[in-house]
């Protein structure tokens, strides 16, 4: 069973930075890309960043420059550098795998970005 746990999520006032972090449970991380999603209250979730398994990256246009997503297939985890964070940035995020054996979801971190 492929299971995938975020965490990193949190208050931060407008201007910070987080970092998530994707940990995935057995070996199927490397194989595979990854991807952030996230969804705000009364919106559909939307895909912020994906990053291939040899690297390569997209980025939603609302987050290009501030957020950056990478990979450490050693450590089966994923991540998501989040700077200069705005008010519209709050949402519960979460991390995806979509594999030949199935589409799987973390449960979601919580990001609020607050003054």
């Known amino acids: 069973q492929v299971q995938l746990v975020e965490s990193g999520g949190g208050l931060v006032q407008p201007g910070g930075s987080l970092r998530l972090s994707c940990v995935v449970s057995?070996?199927?991380?490397?194989?595979?890309?990854m991807a952030w999603y996230r969804q705000a209250p009364g919106k559909q979730r939307e895909l912020v960043a994906r990053?291939?398994?040899?690297?390569?990256?997209n980025y939603a246009d609302s987050v290009k420059g501030r957020f950056t997503i990478s990979r450490d297939n050693a450590k089966n985890t994923g991540y998501l550098q989040m700077n200069s964070l705005k008010f519209e940035d709050t949402a519960v995020y979460y991390c995806?795998?979509?594999?030949?054996?199935?589409?799987?979801w973390g449960q979601g971190t919580q990001v609020t970005v607050s003054s």
């Open positions: 995806n795998m979509r594999t030949t054996i199935g589409d799987y």
């Open positions: 057995g070996s199927i991380f490397r194989l595979y890309p």
């Open positions: 990053i291939s398994s040899g690297g390569t990256t």
